[in-house]
């Protein structure tokens, strides 16, 4: 992983410029400083917010470089929730004001996401690709109903922008400031990923791009030829580039739901229940992990206390199958929350024949209330 974050981060960077990163970088620490293992793997545990993939800001050079943009952290932004978003938005949906014309139950994207209940309203991305995928399968693109399955390999993927978006600043010249064959999509440049992939079902070019990371920066060379240009000297929309945002606002991420041939239609449903469970267990984490996430602290601009928790995941862990006692933490819906863990205890007696039941109900529970809501 350190080469990995190394070759990332140091893309087209001057020597000068380039990080050394260390495994202790990329740890996560215990409130003594000392390295937590991980029970899962018997190794040291990933600090997602390490000291190189956090906060708006990164530094090199000097005595203490720090700050960059590796991976995405926050819980939306994780396969699971892909998943989640793009299973439960198969389900054909019929919100209150169609009922009496269901051929338009997912003509908008925000009441069939209220109905369904399978993502955040308003959101850009939730409503678009949970609308996208109903009408998949509901048939209103083929116009045949069908099933949908997530391309392989499963990802949430960065498209490639639109180059007539790109242009050179009045301070560049092709041939003095930059190559003569320069183009000013040059500054997009793919560290992983691809942005043309061959569809191993049809054998024809894939209609996306697979890019999981993309810097924008002067290559180098540009900057054998003109050491002084900076981003500033490039055009967005016709606007030198001055913020984040402008460049921002060019990216477009995608996943992909390839259509299957279906035997009969979807059963129109009505809307699902937003009736919170009480109790209900939001995630099963090793203590030893929780803790020491719960000591470190996220940089926030309010200034509010965010402990690394928030962008901790949900995979489960992987328990020993001998009987031995492990050390867990569930987070909860905080209304009835011992009603809950109660009722897991009774469930391994229902289920004894499910081993993975069994396990869990072995194992020492400990619970966390959150103010989160199932």
Not at 80 to 93: F, H
Request: aromatic share 6%.
């Amino acid at each position: 992983m350190r080469e990995l974050y190394g070759q990332t981060l140091n893309h087209g960077a001057p020597v000068v410029n380039q990080i050394k990163v260390t495994l202790d970088d990329l740890t996560l620490m215990d409130s003594s400083g000392n390295p937590v293992i991980d029970p899962d793997t018997g190794k040291r545990a990933y600090n997602p917010l390490n000291k190189w993939n956090s906060g708006p800001i990164a530094t090199r050079g000097g005595h203490d470089p720090y700050g960059g943009v590796m991976h995405l952290t926050s819980t939306p932004n994780t396969l699971q929730t892909e998943l989640g978003l793009a299973g439960s938005a198969t389900v054909q949906y019929v919100p209150p004001q169609f009922q009496d014309d269901p051929a338009g139950r997912n003509s908008d994207s925000q009441a069939l996401i209220c109905c369904g209940n399978y993502g955040q309203a308003y959101r850009h991305s939730d409503p678009t690709i949970g609308q996208t995928v109903n009408q998949l399968v509901g048939g209103q693109y083929a116009g045949v109903p069908l099933r949908a399955c997530l391309a392989s390999p499963v990802g949430l993927y960065i498209q490639v922008p639109d180059s007539s978006r790109f242009a050179f600043g009045p301070n560049i010249k092709a041939g003095v400031d930059v190559p003569v064959d320069a183009k000013p999509i040059d500054i997009y440049q793919i560290l992983r990923g691809s942005a043309e992939v061959d569809d191993p079902v049809s054998g024809a070019p894939f209609r996306g791009n697979m890019v999981l990371h993309a810097a924008v920066q002067i290559p180098g060379s540009w900057l054998a030829m003109n050491p002084n240009l900076t981003l500033a000297d490039m055009l967005i929309n016709g606007q030198p580039i001055q913020w984040a945002g402008q460049i921002a606002s060019q990216f477009k991420i995608g996943l992909f739901a390839r259509p299957l041939s279906a035997d009969r239609a979807a059963p129109l449903v009505d809307c699902s229940s937003t009736t919170p469970t009480p109790g209900a267990p939001l995630q099963c984490v090793w203590a030893v992990l929780w803790d020491a996430m719960s000591e470190v602290n996220e940089p926030c601009p309010t200034g509010a206390k965010m402990p690394l928790t928030s962008n901790s995941t949900f995979i489960a862990p992987w328990l020993p199958a001998d009987g031995s006692a492990q050390n867990l933490l569930l987070t909860c819906n905080p209304t009835r929350v011992w009603t809950q863990l109660i009722g897991a205890k009774f469930a391994r007696k229902r289920v004894a024949k499910r081993r993975t039941w069994r396990r869990a109900c072995r194992s020492g529970w400990r619970c966390v209330e959150t103010a989160s809501v199932c």
